[in-house]
């Protein structure tokens, strides 16, 4: 089946400071990839919608400059949480739609990444 | 904007027992359902896909239905095992919009031996 990975699976990492979360389709081409934030006991929440080649769009209430999206290539999208702070602490999802005629647009998600925030 | 809700919130069975999941969801313009599992501390693994056009899939002990007009969907999870334990997702792709999934809060299902 489709397997989406992320990098890092944790990081902890001090208040003031950028993170970088790695989203990659491992054996399909993905044109759009979705990032999602996880609070602990509740429901994924939708960040942004990744385009590649174009920018991303952001769900309203999501700040563009803290939370940067670079989908570069049709395998490989980044989000950048910069000047992290305690509340950005959050278990962050990545998921890619398979992009070939016969994907029929099922999403697959990654395993997740815990980010800390000290 | 879609609204999907999931009764239970939380369900404890004994092993062994039939059981239904419930999503409801107010805007009957759809793209498809799906419905994920989460583990603590993971991702989601899908475990049925229904496009708009179908009204069940099934997968080994899983069935899954949708009613459209209803604005309805159940997961059924045949002769549960305590490895069934785990919170179930219920998710709508927008037919507007489809690709962004907007998710159920999710019933935490307990299976004990």
């Known amino acids: 089946g489709a397997v989406v990975s992320q990098h890092p699976s944790w990081v902890i990492c001090k208040s003031g400071t950028s993170v970088k979360i790695e989203c990659r389709s491992l054996d399909f081409q993905a044109t759009t990839m979705f990032w999602y934030r996880q609070f602990p006991k509740q429901s994924l929440m939708l960040m942004a919608t990744s385009n590649e080649g174009s920018k991303a769009t952001y769900e309203q209430g999501v700040e563009k400059d803290k939370f940067l999206i670079n989908h570069a290539s049709l395998t490989l999208s980044t989000l950048t949480v910069t000047s992290a702070h305690p509340e950005d602490s959050s278990f962050y999802i990545c998921?890619?739609?398979?992009?070939?005629?016969?994907?029929?647009?099922?999403?697959?998600f990654g395993p997740g990444t815990r980010l800390t925030v000290t | 904007k879609q609204e999907v809700t999931q009764i239970p919130a939380a369900l404890s069975v004994p092993e062994g027992e039939n059981l239904v999941l419930n999503c409801s969801f107010t805007d009957s313009a759809i793209y498809n359902l799906q419905w994920f599992r989460q583990d603590p501390g993971k991702g989601l693994t899908s475990l049925l896909l229904?496009?708009?056009?179908?009204r069940e899939q099934t997968s080994g002990r899983l069935n899954a239905s949708l009613d459209k007009s209803s604005g309805r969907s159940t997961l059924y999870i045949a002769a549960s095992q305590p490895g069934d334990s785990a919170t179930y997702l219920c998710?709508?792709?927008?037919?507007?919009?489809?690709?962004?999934?907007?998710f159920g809060q999710g019933t935490i299902l307990t299976v004990h031996p």
């Open positions: 998710a709508i792709a927008g037919g507007t919009s489809y690709g962004k999934l907007t």
């Open positions: 998921s890619a739609r398979d992009s070939s005629l016969f994907g029929g647009y099922e999403q697959y």
């Open positions: 229904i496009q708009s056009s179908q």
